[in-house]
C-alpha cells in the first residue's frame, strides 16, 4: 500500500513519503485498516461512539476515549494520555468499527480507567515528537554498544520515544533471563530519558523490523497479521514438504507462519487417502508407503525388503489392495497394479505456451562474412575464367 506522496521518481524507482511510519494520510503504514463505514451517518438519536483507536510507532495500538468529543478523522496526530507525562499518535479508527475492533480485543468500553485523547497535537507537539524519532536509530547504535560491554547476552532490536521525550521503551529478544540492572542505569546516565526493557519474541522481532520474505513480498506479520499461531513441524509434513530448516524458517529463525495458510485443505483432502502407516500385503512381500500426491491422486509403494524401488498405484487401486487385505486376501504384487497406469496419462511433455516459435524470432539474422583468404581465391577464379 502506498499514500499519495509515495509515487515513482525519477527512472520508475520508487520515491517514497519518506515519514519513517508517520504518514499522514496513513496509507503506508503498517497494519492500516479502511473504514467502510466512513460514509455512513448514524440514525437519528444515535450517538457517535466516544472511542477511537491510535496507532503508535510500528504497528502498537491502543483505545481512547473521546472526553472533549473532538472531531477526528483518520490520520490526525493526536496528543494522549501516558503513565507520566503525555504521548503522540495518529488516529487510525474511529466511530462503529472501533466498538468492533475493542470487543475483539476483548477491551471494555466502559471502563472508567480508559485511557483519554488530551488534544489534537500542536505544531510544537509534533516537532518534540519529530527530533526525538530521529534520534532512535543513534540511541539503539549507542545502546547495542552498553550491552555489548556489560557482556550481556541480548539483542535491542528497536526503540520507542514516548511522544513528549520523557521516556524510551527498548525492545529486545534473548534465549535466557537477562539481568540488565546496571545497563539500565548506563543507559539512563547516557541518554538522560527514563528507560523501560520489554522482552519480545523473535516473531514479534520480526514483524516491527519488516522485511521481504522468499516469496518476494513484504513479510505477513510486519503488515496484515496480528495474532502468531504456533507452527509445528507436523505442518510440513502433512504437506509433502522436505523437511529443509533453511527453506521452512523465515527471517525470524522460526517456521513460517504461511505453512498454516493451505494447511487445512491438505488435511480435508488426506481423509480420502489410507493412512501412512497401513501396510499392503502381497504374496512379494509387504509393502510401506513412501509418498503421497494429493492432488493427482497417487501413491508410492516399496516393498520392506527393496526400499529402493517404488511402485506408483492410484488411489482406487490402493482401496482395493486394502479392501482385499481386510478379506484376508492377499494380491500378487504390486506390479500388477502398477503396470495398469498408462504412461499416457501420467506423462506429460513440456507444452509451449508462447507458441512454437523459438526465443530469437525477433533477432536479426547474422549475415555470413566471408573471410579475405576466400575472397582473395575467388577474385583469382574470376580471372582465370575471363582469360
Known amino acids: 500500500m502506498g499514500c499519495s506522496s509515495c509515487s515513482t521518481g525519477k527512472d520508475g524507482q520508487p520515491r517514497g513519503c519518506k515519514n519513517n511510519g508517520t504518514c499522514g494520510t496513513d496509507g503506508c503504514n503498517k497494519l492500516t485498516v479502511f473504514d467502510w463505514l466512513s460514509n455512513m451517518s448514524l440514525p437519528s438519536g444515535h450517538q457517535p461512539f466516544d ?3 491510535v496507532r503508535f510507532k510500528n504497528s502498537r495500538k491502543e483505545f481512547f476515549r473521546n472526553n472533549e468529543n473532538l472531531t477526528l478523522s483518520i490520520g490526525d496526530v493526536v496528543a494522549t494520555e501516558a503513565a507520566s507525562g503525555h504521548d503522540v499518535g495518529i488516529v487510525t479508527l474511529t466511530g462503529e468499527l472501533v466498538r468492533v475492533q475493542m470487543k475483539k480485543k476483548k477491551v471494555d468500553w466502559e471502563d472508567p480507567s480508559l485511557p483519554k485523547i488530551y488534544r489534537k497535537a500542536s505544531q510544537r507537539d509534533i516537532d518534540v515528537w519529530t527530533n526525538v524519532r530521529n534520534k532512535e536509530e543513534e540511541v539503539k547504535k549507542r545502546s547495542r554498544e552498553l550491552a555489548i560491554a556489560l557482556g550481556l547476552q541480548m539483542k535491542i532490536s528497536d526503540i520507542e520515544y514516548q511522544g513528549d521525550g520523557s521516556k524510551a521503551t527498548f525492545y529486545y529478544t534473548a534465549e535466557e533471563r537477562v539481568d540488565f540492572r546496571q545497563l539500565i542505569k548506563d543507559m539512563a546516565r547516557a541518554f538522560n530519558v527514563r528507560i523501560e526493557m520489554r522482552q519480545i519474541g523473535f516473531r514479534q522481532e520480526a514483524s516491527r523490523l519488516g522485511g521481504v520474505g522468499s516469496c518476494g513480498r513484504e513479510l505477513c506479520c510486519s503488515t496484515w497479521l496480528t495474532d502468531f499461531r504456533s507452527v509445528n513441524t507436523s505442518s510440513a509434513r502433512y504437506q509433502q514438504l522436505s523437511l529443509n530448516p533453511q527453506k521452512l524458517a523465515g527471517q525470524c529463525g522460526k517456521l513460517k507462519c504461511c505453512l498454516n495458510y493451505e494447511l487445512d485443505a491438505y488435511l480435508d483432502a488426506l481423509q480420502e487417502f489410507p493412512k501412512a502407516d497401513i ?7 509387504r509393502a510401506v508407503c513412501q509418498k503421497i500426491d ?18 506408483k498405484l492410484m488411489l ?3 482401496q482395493e489392495i486394502i479392501d482385499k487385505n481386510h478379506n484376508d486376501v492377499k494380491v500378487e504384487s504390486l506390479e500388477e497394479f502398477a503396470s495398469e497406469i498408462s504412461e499416457e496419462n501420467t506423462k506429460r511433455e513440456f507444452e509451449n505456451v508462447v507458441g512454437q516459435d523459438s526465443l530469437t524470432r525477433f533477432d536479426q539474422p547474422k549475415k555470413k562474412r566471408k573471410s579475405k583468404s576466400r575472397k582473395k581465391r575467388s577474385n583469382k577464379k574470376t580471372a582465370r575464367k575471363k582469360e
Open 294 to 311: 494429493i492432488f493427482k491422486g497417487f501413491l508410492w509403494y516399496a516393498y520392506e525388503e527393496n526400499s529402493a524401488n517404488w511402485h
Open 316 to 318: 482406487d487401486q490402493v
Open 51 to 53: 472511542c477511537v483507536e
Open 279 to 285: 501396510k499392503l500385503h502381497t504374496r512379494k512381500g
